[in-house]
T-cell receptor, first 112, second 111 residues
Framework: GENVEQHPSTLSVQEGDSAVIKCTYS??????FPWYKQELGKRPQLIID?????GEKKDQRIAVTLNKTAKHFSLHITETQPEDSAVYFC???????????FGKGTTLSVSS | ETGVTQSPTHLIKTRGQQVTLRCSSQ?????VSWYQQALGQGPQFIFQ???????GRGNFPPRFSGLQFPNYSSELNVNALELDDSALYLC??????????FGPGTRLTVL
């Protein structure tokens, strides 16, 4: 079935460093790839997304890249801050367009 | 935050019982999805409702059922609760751009 793999499962960086989280997906028909940030005890919050007709999208310190040929997409956070500490989930929309298939999450810790 | 509300916030049930969880959106979107998030995992798709009809279903047994009402609010019903049903249950509404925004979730504990 459809699957999304996410790496690494944990990531520790110093404040000001960059962080990169990578995902691969199995369904070549997927065309929408959102990223969610989930703080402890809270709901997943959409932070950025990308559609298959573009290769890169930026929003301030956050960027997402997509390689459709390799079925890879990545989240890049620059100039990390302690408030970036959270669990980050990548997802891919299934072929039917009804369900987001999520990765297992990356716990990002930013130390000051 | 997103205008999506869920009730109750927390719930404790025992094995074999039945539970109903509720979700609504201030904006009255016509598409709602439900997800189960076990501890330490990503959300897993349960099903989607569009204009009161089930429009897609994940790998969940029939004891997970749902409803969507004319005002587009929604319910998730789970019968014959099992210990593994303990999880955070999230509903999500779609924006006009197709983005999914989650409600705050209901934390279900099955003892």
């Amino acid at each position: 079935g459809e699957n999304v793999e996410q790496h690494p499962s944990t990531l520790s960086v110093q404040e000001g460093d960059s962080a990169v989280i990578k995902c691969t997906y199995s369904d070549s028909a997927s065309n929408y790839f959102p990223w969610y940030k989930q703080e402890l005890g809270k709901r997943p919050q959409l932070i950025i997304d990308i559609r298959s007709n573009v290769g890169e999208k930026k929003d301030q310190r956050i960027a997402v890249t997509l390689n459709k040929t390799a079925k890879h997409f990545s989240l890049h956070i620059t100039e990390t801050q302690p408030e970036d500490s959270a669990v980050y989930f990548c997802a891919a929309l299934n072929q039917a367009g009804t369900a987001l298939i999520f990765g297992k999450g990356t716990t990002l810790s930013v130390s000051s | 935050e997103t205008g999506v509300t869920q009730s109750p916030t927390h719930l404790i049930k025992t094995r074999g019982q039945q539970v109903t969880l509720r979700c609504s959106s201030q904006s009255g979107h016509n598409t709602v999805s439900w997800y189960q998030q076990a501890l330490g995992q990503g959300p897993q798709f349960i099903f989607q409702y569009y204009r009161e009809e089930e429009n897609g279903r994940g790998n969940f047994p029939p004891r997970f059922s749902g409803l969507q009402f004319p005002n587009y609010s929604s319910e998730l019903n789970v019968n014959a609760l099992e210990l593994d049903d303990s999880a955070l249950y999230l509903c999500a509404y779609y924006s006009t751009r197709g983005e999914q925004f989650f409600g705050p979730g209901t934390r279900l504990t099955v003892l």
